[in-house]
């Protein structure tokens, strides 16, 4: 791969970025195993390379390849280029003590300052340092100075799509280790969370924070307010935005954990870059409501569905990082790419929306598993349509499979049932593609919809049982890890536990049920024009 780069001689900028990229990324990975000769020509590329390419650029793939950098020549490299990208590796590069005390003597003041301000470097490079002497480092706290973004601001351009990928990953991996690494510690060491820092860029989305843990706030907007629980800001801080003046005690919701998790109220500043006057964002304080700044001082209600949200947020980010790269190489952005990787990165986007789809039902269910039935909804919907629309959704599956559906209608109708249309499809499609996924191919799939039952003011959906659950109890029916012989190659990404478990979560926020009963699994959702059971007493009695 090393021969068939360097034989590509670059043309334009973006084949350039493109080949520093993937000659920076090789060496990252396998320098060690490469060949010296290899070694030696794909170092001089990067240095003929180097006027060629961004700072921007060459500072976030040092960003990128930091905490996995252990191939010597290739941190030696980056630590002679400018001051930003030099401490950029040097930060976090792992060396071993020979390789550190080889590189120190061929090194610059600003790279030396920069590791200096490690505490993690073996004690001989520490010794090696101060056998230097004082003279030999630039600045005595470098490694924030040197990477502080407003360091390079004047000097940034706005990069392709193409610049910006390497930050995306870097900045997504540094989040999931941070992340994981607090995960890591007991519980009762984390002391509850009181205020934190944060700084927002000049479209108002929060890029920078100290006190909190990144993923409960990074990403957020105050330029805009949030509505129906979302989290983010009121309208005044919003309102303040726009004419770009101070924010003083704006109400913030966040999701996280516990201690993140809630309201927060904050005061910030807009600030301007001293140079051109430009408006640059807001930099401001966060901290928990006073107890008169809550209404009634209500306590803050313990919400169930916590730690599904949590697993939702940390689910969402990594995911949307995969499906947008996974889009880059299909519609190559990049530049060409073979057939068979715009195959996979297709494969992968489709699967992406799958997902995508399972974590928006699973936030549902945790909004709405919880609450109170509303059984004086006036929303309505057709069942049998939806029936109707979740069959031909599923004809290219049961194809596929060569599974038959038939569902019959039971009853004079109408078939209206009391909820919104978008849980009542959620419902019916999870049930029906749960149940289609564990029947065998060549198998029956049989159903009823029912409205006629005298003693029940429910619409039902009865499926049959397949034959691979026709004597699995409910127990096993309900368990997430329960796994039918039979089950068809290309099943859900939910088992069919947990594809249940969703159903009726859903149908009793609405009201109903799932019952699994020894023949068949039947959905109970509220009928829109049954009687109450005092007026039907009174027909009958007639």
């Known amino acids: 791969m090393i021969a068939t780069i360097l034989r590509q001689a670059p043309a334009d900028r973006r084949t350039r970025i493109t080949a520093w ?16 000769e290899d070694v030696r ?3 001089h590329a990067l240095a003929v390379l180097r006027p060629h390419v961004p700072e921007d650029v060459r500072r976030d793939c040092a960003r990128a390849i930091a905490r996995h950098g252990r191939f010597a020549p290739l941190v030696a490299f980056y630590a002679h280029d400018v001051a930003a990208v030099s401490a950029a590796i040097l930060r976090e590069a792992r060396l071993s003590e020979a390789d550190w005390l080889a590189l120190l003597p061929a090194t610059n003041a600003m790279a030396r300052s ?10 001989g490079v520490g010794r090696a340092l101060a056998a230097l002497g004082a003279a030999s480092v630039a600045l005595p706290h470098p490694a924030r100075a040197a990477t502080d973004d407003t360091l390079s601001a004047p000097t940034r351009r706005a990069e392709g799509v193409a610049d910006a990928a390497p930050s995306q990953i870097s900045e997504l991996v540094r989040r999931i280790d941070k992340y994981q690494s607090r995960r890591s510690q007991p519980a009762s060491a984390r002391k509850p969370r ?14 920078w924070a100290d006190g909190i843990t990144r993923g409960a706030i990074i990403g957020l907007s105050i330029a805009d307010a949030a509505f129906g629980g979302e989290p983010g800001t009121d309208g005044a801080a919003a309102g303040a935005f726009r004419q770009r003046a101070e924010i003083v005690s704006a109400r913030l919701w966040l999701e996280g954990m516990a201690d993140e998790a809630g309201e927060w109220r904050f005061s910030a500043l ?5 140079a051109t006057g430009q408006f640059r964002g807001y930099r401001g304080t966060a901290r928990r409501p006073h107890h008169n700044e809550t209404p009634y001082g209500r306590p803050q209600a313990d919400d169930p569905g916590d730690s599904i949200r949590q697993l939702i947020h940390e689910l969402r980010s990594p995911l949307n990082a995969i499906s947008g790269f996974a889009q880059i190489i299909s519609g190559q952005m990049f530049g060409p790419v073979s057939q068979s990787y715009r195959r996979m990165a297709e494969t992968i986007v489709a699967d992406a929306a799958s997902v995508q789809a399972i974590i928006d039902d699973l936030e549902i ?4 598993g919880h609450t109170v039935p509303d059984r004086e909804s006036n929303e309505t919907v057709d069942v049998a349509a939806i029936v109707k629309q979740v069959e031909t959704d599923l004809a290219a599956l049961l194809a596929e499979h060569r599974i038959e559906l038939t569902l019959a209608h039971v009853g004079s109708g109408p078939f209206l049932g009391r909820a919104s249309d978008a849980d009542a499809r959620r419902m019916i499609g999870r049930l029906l593609t749960a149940l289609v996924d564990v029947c065998e191919p060549g198998g029956i799939l049989v159903g009823q919809l029912v409205t006629d039952s005298p003693h029940d003011d429910m619409i039902q959906l009865r499926i049959v049982r397949p034959a691979a659950i026709r004597f699995a109890d409910a127990a ?8 039918p012989e039979g089950e068809a190659p290309g099943a859900a990404v939910l088992s069919l536990g947990f594809s249940l478990r969703l159903v009726d979560s859903l149908a009793r926020a609405a009201g109903g049920r799932l019952d699994i009963g020894h023949n068949a699994l039947t959905l109970h959702l509220p009928s829109a024009t049954s009687k109450p059971e005092t007026e039907r007493e009174l027909q009958q009695g007639e």
């Open 21 to 36: 990229r993937q000659l920076t990324d090789i060496l990252a990975q396998r320098g060690n195993q490469l060949a010296e």
């Open 41 to 43: 020509r794909s170092l």
């Open 114 to 123: 920069v590791l200096a301000g490690r505490r993690d470097l073996p004690e």
């Open 194 to 207: 009181r205020s934190f820092q944060f700084e927002t860029g000049p479209d108002g989305v929060i890029h």
């Open 270 to 274: 807009p600030w301007f870059d001293p």
């Open 365 to 368: 269910a945790a909004r709405r």
């Open 476 to 483: 096993d029916l309900l368990d997430p890890g329960f796994s």
